[in-house]
């Protein structure tokens, strides 16, 4: 279902525990990290797509969660020609998303990557709200930093960390296009309990940067 330009309706979810921290999840088979998100069935309005998409990506169900806020207009990505089938280009051209918003009422055993037979996530995390864009595919950047900015004013203060950008946001949207390095030393630390309280088929990596400098660093 695309509109008139070929963008297709599409949900995004930025969820936060009682820490004001962002679920943040690896994409399955890949070293991208990103949030929820999924398309908007025929019929269906945002809201009732989120709350598909959450069950489906992540295992909630609408008592697991409250909404904060959502984005007041779409907010849209083109996708680039090669990760588009070919008998779709010139027809599809990317998304476009409202984002919602959501503060987990439940606990973290509720979430479950393997809701579906067909799961998005193979990892996650709890990252702080400015969460490092480096390890976002490339031409979602400028949405996540849109949501995230627009939305910021809703989330409940804690130890003030929402309040402040961090550098790894800043460094990954430099006007020349260059990625910051980040260092595992700055990423939110991981609870050494979380470990205890694995929800099924997940897992955690407690520094998805390491992927990527690891790999850099093995190249020639």
């Not at 849209?76 to 010139?90: K, L, W």
Request: aromatic share 10%.
């Amino acid at each position: 279902m695309l509109d008139r330009d070929g963008f297709r309706p599409n949900v995004g979810i930025i969820l936060l525990n009682q820490k004001s921290q962002v679920f943040w999840g690896k994409r399955i088979r890949t070293h991208s990290w990103q949030f929820p998100q999924g398309g908007i069935d025929r019929g269906e309005n945002p809201e009732q797509a989120m709350f598909r998409e959450l069950h489906e990506e992540v295992g909630l169900h609408p008592h697991h969660v409250q909404v904060l806020a959502r984005t007041r207009d779409w907010l849209r990505y083109e996708v680039p020609d090669r990760y588009i089938r070919r008998d779709a280009r010139g027809h599809y051209k990317g998304q476009k998303q409202i984002w919602f918003l959501l503060q987990l009422i439940g606990h973290d055993w509720d979430l479950n990557l393997r809701a579906t037979d067909h799961p998005e996530f193979d990892a996650w995390r709890w990252n702080d709200y400015w969460v490092p864009l480096d390890v976002v595919v490339e031409f979602k950047r400028g949405v996540y930093e849109m949501a995230l900015n627009e939305l910021a004013r809703y989330v409940p203060r804690t130890d003030g960390r929402a309040d402040s950008r961090s550098r790894y946001m800043r460094g990954s949207m430099r006007r020349d296009g260059a990625s910051s390095a980040v260092s595992a030393h700055d990423l939110a630390p991981l609870a050494e309990s979380a470990a205890l309280e694995l929800p099924p088929g997940a897992s955690f990596d407690p520094d998805p940067q390491n992927e990527l400098l690891g790999r850099s660093a093995s190249k020639p």
